[in-house]
């Protein structure tokens, strides 16, 4: 019975962007989009909120540039769909060695729910050319490198309109009757 539960990797997640997505290009020709977004965690009724979980999202290449010519900053609220990326390396402290892991949103597309215009316009994109050899994280090890062959794929079924394969929707409001 177990044999015909399909796994699969995927997620999607709405949340506010923290700051303006920035932008890498290797000396190979791989392109890197990076943000992260605060995403709500459920709580019980009558308990206060917690604090906002933080999430790393990251693009390469095709996708990389779409969310390039995208218009979206920090404040914007965003669904991100992709899947989870772990990023693996070992950390020795004095004569200890620690193998470490962080887990990162590898995206496939995006839906800008709201985007805050005021971000978008009054800040240029950040953009940066690093070789290879640069960190692909801050926490991550220096000897990790971009891949050479992989292009995140873009959502076969995501509808075609702005930037390509991004769409704005408008946030939607529902009306409840008590």
């Known amino acids: 019975m177990t044999n015909d539960i399909k796994f699969e990797n995927s997620v999607h997640m709405t949340g506010y962007v923290g700051k303006n997505p920035e932008f890498t290009v290797f ?19 009558g308990q206060q909120p917690k604090k906002p979980m933080w999430l790393d999202i990251e ?15 920090k404040g914007s609220l965003v669904t991100v769909f992709g899947s989870l990326a772990p990023n693996y ?3 020795t402290i004095g004569e200890v060695t620690i193998e470490r892991q962080k887990v990162k949103v590898k995206l496939n597309h995006l839906e800008i729910i709201a985007p805050k215009s005021s971000a978008a ?11 290879e050899s640069d960190p692909v994280h801050e926490s991550a090890p220096a000897h990790e490198t971009a891949p050479v062959h ?5 959502h076969e079924t995501a509808p075609v309109e702005e930037a390509a394969q991004f769409r704005t929707t408008r946030a939607r409001r529902t009306a409840k009757t008590a």
């Open 89 to 91: 390396w070992e950390q």
């Open 150 to 154: 992989e292009s995140a794929p873009v």
């Open 27 to 45: 000396e190979s020709k791989n392109r890197r989009a990076r943000f992260s977004i605060a995403v709500s965690q459920p709580v019980g009724r």
């Open 59 to 73: 693009a390469w290449n095709e996708v990389a540039d779409k969310v390039q010519s995208a218009t979206f900053g």
């Open 121 to 131: 316009e009054t800040s240029p994109p950040q953009s940066t050319s690093v070789p």
